[in-house]
């Protein structure tokens, strides 16, 4: 880039107003990014913190008022809120984890686009929490995706993507911590080349991808069964703080908190079943293959502790079999 290329795109950053949809951290990092290089911001479209929710993230609606910035909450962006939008007259739209699709009519608002950041190597991991859907399927790559929003969800054309490899420390926090600076550095480098008309654009092929729905509470009952890789992948894909991975201990419903991987081959016994303890307190279950080191557990209403307590008390651990 020339430094008369670099003036007109610092010029075009700060006469090119957005509106931003923007939640959790990745919507945070989002519009600090476009703070820092001077971007106009008219609006914030947000949400409010649902009760009982884990919140680990910074506010984007703070952030917003620290700035003066107008915020809205709404429950859908109807008719009246896209007459708003186009008040404001934005020159682009972003939607950094903004939970909601947006209508279409407001989409077409900015004359620069509308754009989103896309938790996934688009187009794989299309739709609801990638970060969580990856984890629990065993996936040694995620990434984050900007791209143009058109009506069907995660579809349009890609501006650029950064991928991040996952490793098998990673749980959906770790893993989401990791994805937030790279989705950050795309803003940081597209944003100027999107409001100068320089931002590179390529199609998706839908066909070589997947498509991912909200996940439910149920979707974290573990099946003993399953090779033990599966097992762990299923309790990092939703530990704190998102619902965590379940199964029944004498009855009870039982949240694995904290696992690991003991052994990935051969039959060690029957699933579910507790191998022995450990001394540091975790306890050795065996899987359909292999066995799970569980070290961190919670009856439902009770309290989170080590395995043994919690499950086996001062009785012998391997009367105790998980279903």
């Known amino acids: 880039m020339t430094l008369t290329e670099a003036s007109l795109d610092a010029a075009a950053v700060r006469q090119s107003r957005c509106v931003i949809f923007a939640y959790h951290e990745m919507g945070y990092a989002g519009m600090t990014e476009l703070l820092a290089m001077g971007a106009p911001i008219a609006a914030l479209y947000t949400h409010r913190d649902a009760p ?8 984007c609606a703070e952030l917003a008022r620290a700035r003066q910035i107008p915020t809205r909450t709404p429950e859908r962006i109807d008719a009246a809120e896209i007459a708003r939008i186009r008040a404001w007259a934005p020159a682009v739209i972003y939607s950094f984890y903004y939970r909601n699709l947006i209508d279409e009519a407001a989409l077409r608002i900015a004359p620069l686009g509308a754009y989103n950041l896309h938790g996934s ?5 299309r739709g609801r929490a990638p970060i969580n859907w990856m984890l629990a399927n065993g996936e040694h790559e995620a990434g984050v995706t900007l791209h143009h929003m058109v009506a069907r969800a995660d579809a349009g054309d890609i501006v650029a993507q950064h991928p991040v490899p996952i490793t098998d420390d990673d749980t959906a926090l770790t893993l989401y911590r990791k994805i937030v600076p790279a989705g950050a550095a795309l803003i940081r480098e597209f944003h100027p080349l999107i409001v100068a008309g320089r931002a590179p654009r390529r199609p998706q092929n839908l066909a070589e991808g997947s498509y991912f729905g909200r996940r439910r509470p149920a979707d ?19 530990t704190h703080p998102y619902p965590g991975a379940f199964c029944l201990a004498g009855g009870r419903k039982l949240y694995l908190w904290r696992a690991a ?27 359909g293959t292999g066995g799970v080191i569980v070290s961190s557990v919670q009856f439902e209403g009770g309290e989170e502790g080590g395995a043994r307590s919690i499950i086996a008390g001062a009785g012998d651990p391997r009367a105790i079999r998980l279903e």
């Open 52 to 59: 009982g929710e884990e919140i680990w993230w910074r506010s």
């Open 121 to 125: 190597m688009l187009p794989k991991y």
């Open 220 to 238: 974290g009952r573990i099946d003993w069964r399953w090779p033990a890789r599966r097992v762990f992948n299923l309790v990092r894909a939703v």
């Open 261 to 287: 991987i003991m052994h990935e081959d051969g039959v060690l016994g029957t699933p579910g079943s507790v191998l022995g303890a450990r001394a540091d307190g975790a306890l050795e279950v065996a899987a």
